[in-house]
């Protein structure tokens, strides 16, 4: 056997107290327990096990001894094998194996002989699955992701009961040593996409990940200073549980309640499980409302200030848009200024305790912005299209994506202010080339619409029945595209 990685069990013992200290740790339990007749030590943290469970399976085994039968004690591997046979028991290899086990939540036992096991006996602390905050429906399953890697496995693996569903775990930092698993379906996931995932995974050289998949997500994209996310979340199973079965990889942090899912586009991020939970009209009504919302929350404040600031493009019809009261502060500066405000207005929002934050909304959003435009500080038109454009913004089911258009907009509304109609539309075209420019993991971010796919487009806009939907998006690569 390999698992004999001490020559006793008083060298483990000192092994044990070397790293985590003698009586230093309120947490970390070692001490000598009887298996029948057979003492061994074991160790483990107190706050990652089953307690309970621990209690009965060593209680019974403690009790009922062969010494008191006359049987002489054996050989300690076969003997612990025999007696001790527990469903979840494995055996490290080295020493370092055998220790980030204990640290991971497993019960560790070492024989007379220097035999080490662990036993799967992990009982991480949590939240039990509830609905995500920020994924509502309003039919369809309540249950989402919690912070425990081992329930949201679970979960996934509750909607798709295929052998073919993989789980690949990963220890990656040198000091957090953080659990992360790689998902996919192998007779459908990209083998080239998967290598990738693979590989940048193993390229991590850093001592945590405090963030968890936010950290994860830059350490794997390089991701710099790009406003626009390169990966889903997803806090759903379902949403997780769909995009595995057209071919896409999630990637599962432990202390994270959400999902990483690649690879995407931009179109990815503009979807919400609402549409599913409709019909296929209505569902195709939402969507197009909510791809109008994106538009309208990037290009309608700029539209606004081009027309406000030059009158001469104004048609007839629309002689009622711009800023009929004047103000000793100029009209660019007030959008800058109600922008600000309701970017502070959401931070609050976040720190504020939910008993308050109706109230805060109600102060911010009326007693002061009524005294703003009674005192000249805003024109009434500023702050009626920064509440429009606000909504619109909250429209937008992903929210790295809505932060991402806030900045696009700041750009366009820079350039229209220096330079008129020819920066409105420089912006946009600058925006646009960005855009086009974004390969994430090799896939174009504007894909179906760059490079053009007619029949990928139209289903990205229009939601199809569930019986027409045949085939697995062409930029996962999947095995098979054919879904049946």
Same mark, same amino acid.
């Given at each position: 056997?390999?698992?004999?990685? &001490?020559?006793?069990?008083?060298? $483990? ?8 200290? %003698? ?15 057979? /003492? ?18 060593? #209680? ?8 008191k ?13 025999? *007696? ?9 290899? =080295? ?9 991971s939540?497993?019960?560790? !036992? ?18 039990? /699955? ?20 081992? &329930?949201? #496995? ?23 040593? #953080? ?7 192998k ?22 990940l ?10 794997? !994209? ?15 199973p ?23 899912? +690649?690879? *995407? ?8 499980a609402?549409?599913y939970?409709?019909?296929? +009209? ?24 081009? +027309? ?5 493009y ?11 009261? %004047?103000?000793? *502060?100029p ?10 405000? @309701? ?5 609050? $929002? ?43 913004? &909250? ?5 790295? +994506? ?28 600058? *925006? ?5 420019? @974004? ?8 894909w ?7 029949k990928?487009?139209l ?7 569930? $019986?027409? =939907?045949?085939?697995? /998006? ?9 879904? $049946?």
């Amino acid at each position: 056997m390999t698992n004999r990685i &001490f020559a006793s069990l008083e060298e $483990a013992k000192e092994f044990l107290y070397s790293k985590f200290g %003698k009586d230093e740790s309120f947490d970390v339990c070692i001490k000598e327990v009887h298996v029948k007749n057979l /003492p061994v030590l074991c160790a483990y943290i107190s706050g990652l096990v089953d307690g309970a469970t621990l209690t009965v399976q060593l #209680t019974p085994l403690y009790f009922d001894s062969d010494e008191k039968q006359g049987n002489p004690v054996k050989e300690d591997d076969t003997y612990f094998d025999n *007696i001790f046979n527990f469903y979840g028991k494995s055996e490290p290899k =080295d020493r370092d194996e055998f220790l980030l086990g204990i640290l991971s939540g497993q019960v560790g !036992f070492v024989t007379r002989q220097g035999y080490a096991y662990l036993t799967e006996l992990r009982n991480y602390p949590g939240r039990q /699955p509830e609905e995500p905050d920020n994924e509502k429906v309003i039919r369809g399953s309540r249950d989402g992701f919690a912070e425990n890697i081992m &329930f949201n #496995t679970a979960l996934i693996r509750r909607r798709i009961r295929s052998p073919e569903l993989r789980f690949e775990l990963y220890k990656i930092t040198s000091d957090g040593k #953080t659990d992360v698993a790689i998902a996919y379906i192998k007779n459908i996931v990209n083998d080239h996409h998967l290598k990738w995932v693979k590989q940048r995974l193993e390229e991590i050289k850093h001592d945590g990940l405090t963030m968890a998949d936010k950290s994860l997500e830059e350490w794997l !994209f390089k991701q710099r200073f790009h406003p626009v996310p390169f990966v889903r979340y997803s806090e759903r199973p379902d949403i997780v549980a769909a995009h595995l079965l057209e071919g896409h990889i999630a990637i599962i942090v432990d202390t994270s309640p959400s999902v990483i899912l +690649l690879p *995407i586009t931009i179109f990815h991020l503009m979807q919400h499980a609402e549409e599913y939970r409709q019909s296929p +009209l209505v569902g195709s009504t939402v969507r197009l409302l909510r791809y109008s919302a994106i538009l309208l929350s990037l290009t309608l404040m700029p539209i606004w200030y081009l +027309l406000a600031t030059h009158e001469e493009y104004l048609p007839d019809a629309l002689q009622f848009i711009g800023a009929r009261e %004047k103000s000793n *502060i100029p009209l660019l500066f007030q959008v800058f200024i109600a922008d600000l405000g @309701l970017e502070y207005l959401r931070i609050a $929002a976040i720190h504020t305790p939910t008993p308050l934050s109706t109230a805060m909304g109600l102060v911010a959003g009326v007693i002061i912005g009524q005294i703003a435009i009674d005192v000249g500080l805003f024109t009434p038109e500023v702050v009626l299209y920064s509440a429009v454009v606000a909504i619109f913004t &909250f429209a937008i089911p992903t929210f790295e +994506l809505s932060v991402s258009i806030k900045y696009f907009r700041f750009i366009v509304l820079v350039l229209t202010a220096l330079f008129g109609p020819s920066g409105f539309f420089i912006g946009f075209f600058i *925006i646009f080339s960005y855009f086009c420019a @974004l390969r994430p993991m090799q896939i174009p971010y504007l894909w179906p619409l760059v490079p053009f796919f007619p029949k990928a487009f139209l289903r990205v806009f229009i939601r199809f029945p569930m $019986a027409d =939907d045949a085939l697995r /998006p062409y930029i996962v690569g999947a095995k098979r595209r054919k879904r $049946a």
